[in-house]
């Protein structure tokens, strides 16, 4: 299908579509409704699916990017907690895509253990900016399938989830998503291609599926360093991990068995790094509250 369809849904058609349901964009819900054709041509090229994936959406609003996505031959599930955008947007898709390969699940995506049909390899979305965070990385959690991610979120966002160690925005969700993948910002979203247009920029950021360090530590044990080490990010990590070990003297001990200097910052440290001190712990559970 060419650039000048008119199968995605534009500035009127999205209004329109909002007015005969009655919805009205809430804060409360980060709902900023995509309205620009070319925006999501482009998010579906970088996403560069193949015939038939099968790709999950968070918060597909009223369809402009489910669109696309079902453009390019995807199957899609679509997670949605707005019972009554998650009751239109089937009409909406085979209204303007007849026989599409479509689902929709209504529910909050951080309660989504399971999905219907075959496992998600894709996950591209607009995620609402208020959740962000916390939706890409129990995502990337509970579906081991996903091998891509494509998302767009607050711009800000996008370079702490990408940012490398020594960087100032570098922190919990760089070392996080670092975990299940590497990130890379690769576009920036102008406010004027939303309804409303958002007090922020946006920006896409990719992510790709690796295997996590080879540790024996648990995830759990390994992230409740990550979130203890910056919960003060100018302390030292001697000093800020003196809590989760009993004692300054025993972080310091730890450390040094991890091949970690004492007097170094969270900001510094790769995963594996992490994955290290963590293994200093002990028995699952010790020490972390």
Not at 87 to 114: C, K, N, W, Y
Not at 244 to 250: C, T
């Amino acid at each position: 299908m060419n650039e000048t369809s008119n199968a995605l849904l534009g500035p009127a058609e999205i209004r329109d579509l909002a007015g005969r349901l009655g919805v009205r964009p809430t804060k409360t819900l980060g709902q900023n409704f995509l309205h620009d054709g070319g925006t999501v041509r482009k998010i579906v090229r970088i996403a560069a699916l193949r015939p038939g994936e099968r790709v999950v959406e968070v918060g597909p609003g009223l369809g402009s990017l489910t669109l696309g996505l079902v453009e390019a031959g995807a199957s899609v599930v679509a997670i949605e907690i707005d019972p009554l955008l998650a009751g239109q947007i089937t009409g909406t898709v085979q209204d303007r895509f007849p026989g599409a390969d479509f689902e929709v699940v209504l529910s909050d995506a951080m309660d989504v253990t399971t999905l219907p049909g075959a496992p998600p390899t894709a996950l591209v979305a607009n995620l609402p900016y208020n959740v962000a965070v916390p939706v890409l990385l129990t995502m990337l959690q509970r579906f081991d399938s996903l091998e891509r991610v494509l998302v767009m979120v607050q711009a800000e966002v996008a370079d702490r989830i990408a940012a490398v160690p020594g960087s100032k925005i570098y922190g919990i969700p760089s070392v996080k998503a670092a975990w299940y993948s590497s990130a890379r910002r690769v576009g920036t979203i102008g406010r004027n291609v939303f309804w409303p247009a958002p007090n922020v920029d946006s920006a896409l950021v990719y992510l790709e599926r690796r295997e996590p360090p080879s540790t024996t530590a648990p995830r759990e044990r390994v992230f409740a360093v990550v979130d203890t080490a910056f919960a003060q990010r100018r302390k030292t990590l001697r000093a800020a991990l003196a809590g989760l070990f009993g004692s300054g003297a025993a972080a310091e001990t730890a450390l040094r068995a991890a091949g970690v200097d004492p007097s170094a910052r969270g900001e510094t440290l790769v995963v594996e790094q992490f994955a290290r001190i963590a293994e200093q712990l002990g028995q699952p559970g010790e020490g972390v509250a």
